[in-house]
């Protein structure tokens, strides 16, 4: 089985642009959520989408905003983009988001610099 | 609210030896799972255990173990036998509505 993708691996963008990141999901898992990793930070979570619809947010302001597919991948749109948006962001998928004991299945990211 | 706290910013350790990597948590839901992740340079978060709020007995997997004492809300990760390639950086995680994170600990094996 294909485990977590995402597009672009590295980008840089200029402030106050806009920039889509892409994942596509382990086949079979429902459930994606994005996490926003800053340098030196552990994973900060963004949001989560269970069957296209969000269904968790974390405290990131509305310029961060999603989709999911009927496929379960997913894109993460920033609108606005502040020096601050630097860092690793990672997506991750799992069977459902109602049992606790399944983990998430993470891609290896895409690092966003903002100039 | 829930939350993860690994107070080891930075761990050493000699090349075969055993390593305890320190993870506390905070939640008053009865169901949670707990999980620890290897992050190397690369980027990609690695699964390494999974302890659930209600299993009676410590996770194992392979070198790697969970000292989990729910009393006293600590999660402790366990690495015998330490490699080079372990060195990288862990995170201690909970689930609960969401994923939530510790953050981290760099672990050097030193050869």
């Known amino acids: 089985e294909t485990g977590v993708t995402q597009s672009p691996t590295h980008l840089i963008k200029t402030r106050g642009q806009q920039v889509t990141l892409r994942c596509s999901s382990q086949?079979?898992?429902?459930?994606v959520s994005w996490y926003q990793q800053a340098l030196g930070q552990g994973p900060q979570f963004i949001f989560q989408?269970?069957?296209?619809?969000?269904?968790g947010r974390g405290n990131f302001p509305p310029r961060f905003s999603g989709l999911q597919f009927p496929n379960y991948s997913s894109e993460l749109n920033v609108n606005a983009l502040e020096l601050d948006d630097s860092a690793l962001y990672l997506c991750a998928s799992t069977p459902t988001w109602t049992a606790t004991q399944h983990g998430y299945t993470f891609g290896s990211g895409t690092r966003l610099t903002v100039v | 609210a829930q939350k993860i706290t690994q107070t080891q910013p930075g761990m050493f350790v000699q090349e075969k030896e055993a390593v305890t990597l320190d993870c506390t948590y905070d939640t008053s839901d009865p169901s949670y799972g707990l999980f620890w992740y290897k992050q190397p340079s690369s980027g990609e978060m690695i699964f390494l255990i999974y302890q659930g709020s209600y299993d009676q007995q410590n996770a194992t997997e392979g070198r790697y173990s969970l000292n989990f004492q729910k009393a006293r809300k600590s999660a402790n990760l366990v690495i015998s036998a330490s490699q080079l390639g372990d060195s990288a950086m862990y995170f201690c995680a909970m689930r609960g509505d969401q994923f939530y994170f510790g953050t981290g600990t760099s672990l050097t094996v030193i050869p």
């Open positions: 989408y269970y069957r296209e619809e969000e269904n």
């Open positions: 086949s079979g898992h429902n459930t």
